[in-house]
């Protein structure tokens, strides 16, 4: 299998590209027609969507709240509500204890890439890696013109924010156990 590690800075370079949704030899569509800018935030967004409520918990009770609201641009691949009550019986309501932080500060972080990535981007990806925001690895593959995440199959794709990008996913992407190690003892994702 061929491995194509998607580094961070082609990831924020085709953020600020305008030829990455449209080809450059195309004119550009009249200011009119273009959809106004996403004025809510990552949670926001998330939030108005009802299939991220899970989601948005955890969020909280990681502290990351503020964080994801005015943070850098990302794309966060949001497990849905039905992704996570797939989980072991007692493993979300152990993540939500304030003793176990870290550990769900690290599973977060495994579910965020620095950078724009559209469904578009992530189909031309197949068989590649990106790195998260924790740490960790994500592998993108398409099967049938689908893209997947780590093995999670996108539902919800490209739900645009004012500071970043979301693909519902229906599995939670469980980090490595080096990579939760890491995060416990030097805080994932830590706040500004």
Known sequence: MQKLM??????????????FAQEASEPAAPAATQPAAPTADLIATAQSQGQFNTLARAIEAAGMTEQLK???YVTLFAPTDAAFAS???????????PENQAELKALLANHLVPGFATTEFLAQQDDAAMRTVGGGLV???????KVQVSGANVVTADVRASNGLIHGIDKVLLPAADQQARAAGSGALAAR
Do not use: F, Q, V, Y
């Not at 998607?6 to 030829?19: F, Q, V």
């Not at 989980?87 to 204890?97: A, E, F, H, I, V």
């Open 6 to 19: 998607l580094m961070t800075g082609a990831a924020i370079l085709m953020a600020s590209s305008p030829t």
């Open 70 to 72: 005015a943070g850098e």
């Open 87 to 97: 989980l072991p019986p007692g493993t979300l309501d152990n993540l939500l204890k």
């Open 139 to 145: 592998t993108i593959e398409t099967a049938d013109g």
